[in-house]
């Protein structure tokens, strides 16, 4: 059980386009879901805090503009990058928590966003 | 804000062996817990292990131990038996009990020999 998803899990697009990725948790409700970016052999960065039903919270220095984050149900987070640039190509990871008490995060298998 | 710090960019160790990786984080929360998590090459996280500041015990699971030293603010990963399928990228990363939020250390990369 705590299966996230990704979709889709590798995107090429060009500069100037929107891209969306979708974040699902297969098997359980989860109220919270986050965003990060990961690049090559780093570490990740918390982008922002997705709850379902509320606007997402922003972690500093990140461009809520750019990364639109909406979170419709309580399977499904959806990160939207707004006239992408060679720059925003990363590795993004969503997570989800399951129970707060058990305060675990699941991840999805990342998504590989290449602008070209 | 909670500074996460691993010291080693690279590990290598024997297979069967056992290495250690080290974590320091900086807070002033009380409350909070404490993971390690696991990246191999398919970059699919999973977590290896967890530890609530509020116990004392090390938490282990199997061959993964952790030495948790909550006044030297210290939290480190003891693998041992070393399996060439524990190569991988180890995060150790800190939440704060209030919001759940995940802060990562840089990240160790450990390489198991054959």
């Known amino acids: 059980g705590a299966v996230v998803s990704q979709h889709p899990s590798w995107v090429i697009c060009k500069s100037g386009t929107s891209v969306k990725i979708e974040c699902r948790s297969l098997?359980?409700?989860?109220?919270?879901m986050f965003w990060y970016r990961q690049f090559p052999k780093q570490s990740l960065m918390l982008m922002a805090t997705s709850n379902e039903g509320s606007k997402a919270t922003y972690e500093q220095g990140v461009e809520k503009d750019k990364f639109l984050i909406n979170h419709a149900s309580l399977t499904l987070s959806t990160l939207t990058v707004t006239s992408a640039h060679p720059e925003d190509s990363s590795f993004y990871i969503c997570s989800a928590i399951r129970d707060y008490l058990d305060n675990e995060q699941f991840f999805g298998p990342g998504t590989r966003l290449t602008v070209l | 804000a909670q500074t996460v710090t691993q010291s080693q960019p690279e590990m290598s160790v024997q297979e069967a062996e056992t290495v250690t990786l080290s974590c320091t984080y900086d807070?002033?929360?009380?409350?909070?817990?404490l993971f390690w998590y696991k990246q191999p090459p398919s970059r699919q996280m999973i977590l290896v292990i967890r530890?609530?500041?509020?116990?004392?015990q090390n938490a282990t699971e199997n061959r993964f131990s952790v030495n948790f030293q909550k006044a030297a603010k210290s939290f480190s990963l003891k693998i041992s038996d070393s399996q060439l399928g524990d190569t991988a990228m180890y995060f150790c990363a800190f939440m704060k009990r209030a919001d759940y939020k995940l802060s990562f250390g840089a990240g160790t990369t450990v390489t198991v020999r054959a």
């Open positions: 807070t002033s929360e009380s409350n909070y817990y």
């Open positions: 098997d359980f409700q989860a109220t919270t």
């Open positions: 530890q609530e500041a509020y116990k004392q």
